[in-house]
């Protein structure tokens, strides 16, 4: 028998917002990477578009040819005439003044982040901040170089402390290494925990802490 109390409505109508908000914003994200993707049909001549084949619009064909490319970009890149054409295109785009700072700060990123042989965004960490008493998760991003280390005394590590619910804003910081904990929890399980705000706990393996002094060589 259902109770038709007030408490139980309410309790039937959050339990109806939980099943149903992650599946709309899912389908809601999806939807717009899936429309963004397909905009690369554009660069195909109009006579071989879906649309002007078939006559309606295919949703995910743009996907597909974006992937593929993709795929094919990093074949090409992989052999001896796809490196000397990819050299070639970043000499041409060296002497582009504004395009070349701008392609080269990109491409450090992207090469330090989604390199397999980097550090970056490896290790979750969890730090006192914003201070002292105060702790948040981080994720470890590498060491400070260039002049940045002739001012540091000590083992620093260099970390970015991301926001939440939002994880692709965030601050950029410098700790030392006797400073920080290193997390038995994979980034992804990190990253959920923020982008929840702490709602949905790490699953698996319980988190926990190393020694609070990281290593000053090894893996970090």
Do not use: C
């Amino acid at each position: 028998m259902f109770s038709l109390k007030p408490a139980s409505f309410k309790r039937w109508f959050i339990t109806g917002l939980l099943i149903w908000i992650p599946l709309v914003i899912t389908g809601w994200v999806l939807y717009l990477i899936i429309s963004v993707m397909d905009h690369s049909l554009l660069l195909l001549p109009q006579a071989i578009q879906p649309i002007y084949l078939l006559g309606f619009h295919i949703p995910g064909v743009g996907t597909v040819l974006t992937f593929t490319g993709i795929l094919l970009t990093g074949l090409l890149a992989t052999n001896l005439i796809g490196q000397r054409l990819v050299r070639t295109w970043e000499q041409f785009l060296a002497r582009i003044p504004v395009v070349n700072s701008l392609y080269n700060a990109v491409k450090q990123v992207s090469d330090t982040i989604l390199s397999p042989d980097g550090n970056a965004f490896r290790k979750a960490l969890l730090v006192q901040y914003p201070r002292p008493g105060s702790w948040t998760i981080a994720f470890l991003t590498g060491k400070p170089g260039g002049d940045v280390i002739r001012h540091l005394d000590g083992n620093y590590l260099s970390l970015y402390v991301p926001t939440t619910p939002n994880p692709t804003s965030g601050f950029f910081l410098m700790m030392k290494a006797e400073e920080v904990v290193e997390l038995e929890m994979s980034v992804d399980e990190a990253l959920k925990y923020i982008v929840s705000m702490g709602v949905v706990p790490p699953g698996g393996k319980s988190a926990g802490a190393h020694s609070p002094s990281l290593p000053s060589s090894g893996t970090l």
